[in-house]
C-alpha cells in the first residue's frame, strides 16, 4: 500500500515553515549565557560566604578555648599574654588550636573591673583573609573565697 501526500509533498510543507532568523537564535543564545552566568556568580557567591562563616566559626571555637582555659587557670596568676612557641614568638594557629594556621589570638586581664576583686578577661583572635578580620570574647572571673568562709 503507498503512502498518499498531499501534491508538492515534504517540499511544500517545509517552505510553509518560517524557522528561526539569526537575531532571535542570538537572543536565545544570550539568554541562556546570562542564565549559565547568573547560577555561575550565585554558586562562587555562597562558596564564598561559606568559607567566611567556617574561618568566623573556628575563630570563635579559638577565642572560646582560651577563655574557658583563662577561667579555670588560678585568679592570681591571670595575666594578659598571646599565644607563642617555646623561644616565646608569637604564633599562628589552625582551626583546632594547633600551630601553623592563619589566627593568631591574645588575651587581656583587667584587674578589679568592673568591681574589685574581679576581673574581665577579653580575648582576641585575628586572622587575615581579604583583609585584617578580628573577634573578641568577654568574660568576668571573681576571686575566689578564701578557704573556710564558705
Known sequence: ???????????????????????EL???????????VSVVWVVS?????SREL???????????QK?????NADYYTLTSGQDVDEEGFPIEL????NPGGIYSRSWVVEDDT???GTKTITVYVSWTEAEMETIS??????????????
Do not use: C, N, W
Open 26 to 36: 542570538l537572543f536565545a543564545v544570550m539568554v541562556f549565557l546570562i542564565g549559565i
Open 114 to 116: 568592673p568591681i574589685v
Open 1 to 23: 500500500m503507498a503512502v498518499r501526500t498531499k501534491p508538492g509533498g515534504f517540499r511544500a510543507l517545509l517552505s510553509g515553515s518560517r524557522g528561526f532568523t539569526l537575531i
Open 45 to 49: 557567591q555562597s562558596l564564598q560566604d
Open 94 to 97: 589552625d582551626s583546632y588550636g
Open 67 to 71: 577563655a574557658e582555659e583563662l577561667r
Open 54 to 64: 567556617h574561618m568566623r566559626m573556628s575563630a570563635t571555637y579559638l577565642a572560646q
Open 137 to 150: 570574647i568577654v568574660t568576668v572571673v571573681g576571686q575566689p573565697y578564701p578557704e573556710g568562709m564558705m
